[in-house]
């Protein structure tokens, strides 16, 4: 084949191409941000803001110190799944991880407690004490997911079970963040149990629905 001939064939194959306007990281991180205070929004729209919040005054202590985790997981979890999205050999999508080990302190402090106070715990896990929490917090948090699935479903991830598990546990620690704003219990076993199944249960539901739906 000569040099023209080859030239030619080039020119062929690229001349229908139209330049890709290059991901911006920033527009997805912004996707992720209106989700999550859209969720928050219609929450507190239509169920309230936690008493103390609402007067002005902070949470107590330790469930602000699990506010703050879950933030933290949800963040995490959100950076990661927005990375998958970019194009890249080799980066690293695993900070998530670290984030979710912290936030095993939670269950871990509401066991120590529950051994303390076995009539407390049973409370806890009583239906009608926190499943409310729970269904609130998977719902709430569907606005961070749908931001990430449609940021990642054009990206096509080379990892789509590693990338369900990001969204949903971006997603269900999203929602938990906003219950936590409005659900007015102070108790950890409540915490953990209730606002945690939102993020576990979030998480299963990204790995096995989501998942097959960002394959090649």
């Known amino acids: 084949m000569t040099d023209a001939s080859i030239d030619e064939l080039i020119d062929g194959l690229a001349g229908d191409l139209r330049p890709v306007k290059p991901r911006r990281i920033v527009r997805g991180s912004l996707w ?6 859209v969720g928050a929004a219609a929450l507190l729209w239509l169920t309230g803001m936690r008493h103390d919040l609402a007067a002005g ?3 107590p202590a330790l469930p602000l110190l699990a506010f703050w985790t879950i933030v933290a997981l949800g963040v995490a979890a959100a950076w ?3 990375r998958m999205g ?8 695993s900070g998530w991880h670290w984030a979710g080990l912290a936030a095993l302190a939670l269950p871990v402090t509401a066991i120590v407690i529950g051994f303390g106070d076995h009539h407390a715990a049973m409370e806890a896990a009583r239906p009608e004490n926190g499943m409310r929490c729970m269904i609130e917090g998977v719902v709430s948090g569907l606005g961070v997911g749908v931001a990430l699935f449609a940021w990642l479903k054009r990206a096509a991830p080379t990892s789509p079970t590693r990338a369900g598990w990001a969204i949903g546990i971006a997603a269900g620690a999203a929602g938990a963040t906003i219950v936590a704003l ?3 219990s102070n108790d950890m076993m409540h915490i953990a149990l209730w606002h945690g199944l939102a993020v576990a249960l979030s998480g299963v539901a990204g790995r096995i629905l989501l998942a097959p739906l960002l394959r090649w």
């Open 32 to 37: 992720v941000a209106a989700g999550w205070l």
């Open 57 to 59: 005054t902070m949470m």
């Open 80 to 82: 990661s799944a927005l």
């Open 86 to 93: 970019l194009p890249g050999v080799g980066r690293d999508y």
């Open 182 to 184: 409005h659900c007015a």
